[in-house]
């Protein structure tokens, strides 16, 4: 059975609609499908709809944004509930929030003599609820200041660089609070992907497991064989559940992998899976 518990829409930073994510998804070979849009939960209806439609189950997720002692981490819940007021008041003010940074990133561009990055990033967005840097780096190789959207996060956008704002998310109790309050379970999100230290992965995780966390993902876009079996060990270690995800985006992205597939968890792991109804 082919799994994907984390991929994005329109709603977020993707390029496919939440019913063209479930078509795509499902003519892979997908069978359990969780939507994990960034800090919305606005695609959820409609995946639903298609994933009836083509007889694949839907899972519903959403991916939050975290602060933790500096950095951003991202956590995905799963099975949560989208009515839930305590989520969605979380995630509401993560959203308002963007726009205040994107004025910042478009003030710190204008220094740079790149202008209208404000109302230039607005008219890309697909949502106009849900701006994130991609949508900044889509106006960057739109109005011809770097040629591909990884030179806007080299060049301007990334952690530490030249137009990058620091910004204040959630607090991770919180998040894993509001998550555990709708009814679903907290997963750290990619967890390969952060570059820490040993001694700061542990910190992570027994955090996140101290604050309610259950889960996180031992594979993640295109892993290796290594990277899974590191994970899948860690996992067991912490006693965490194992998840997995494509953290699709779009075609030829950044990290992500084919929507709708991942490979095999290697067999030590708990998959989350067992643990979300249908
Ligand atoms: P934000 O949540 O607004 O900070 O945007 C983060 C999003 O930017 C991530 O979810 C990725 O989709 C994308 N992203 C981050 N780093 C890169 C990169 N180096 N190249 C392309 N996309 C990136
Ligand atoms: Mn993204
Ligand atoms: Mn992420
Ligand atoms: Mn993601």
Known sequence: MSIDLHCHSTVSDGALTPAE????????????????????TGGLAAAHAQAKQSGITLINGVEISVSWRGRTIHIVGLNISPEDEVLQTLLGRLRSGRLQRLQAIADKLAKKGISDAYEGTLALATNIDMVTRT??????VRSGHVNKKADAFRKYLGDGKSCSVKHQWAELAEVVTAIRHAGGIAVIAHPMRYELSATARRNLFSDFKACGGEA??????????NDRLNYALLAQQ??????????????GDFGGGLLGCCPELPPICKPVWDHLAD
Do not use: K, P, W, Y
């Open 21 to 40: 994510v479930v078509l795509r998804a499902s003519a892979n070979g997908c069978r359990l499908l969780a939507l994990t849009d960034h800090d919305h």
């Open 216 to 225: 996180i993902e031992v594979h993640s876009g295109r892993s290796n064989l």
């Open 238 to 251: 912490f006693d965490f559940l194992a998840s997995c995800g494509s953290d699709f985006h779009r075609d």
């Open 135 to 140: 949508h900044i780096a889509d106006f960057l």
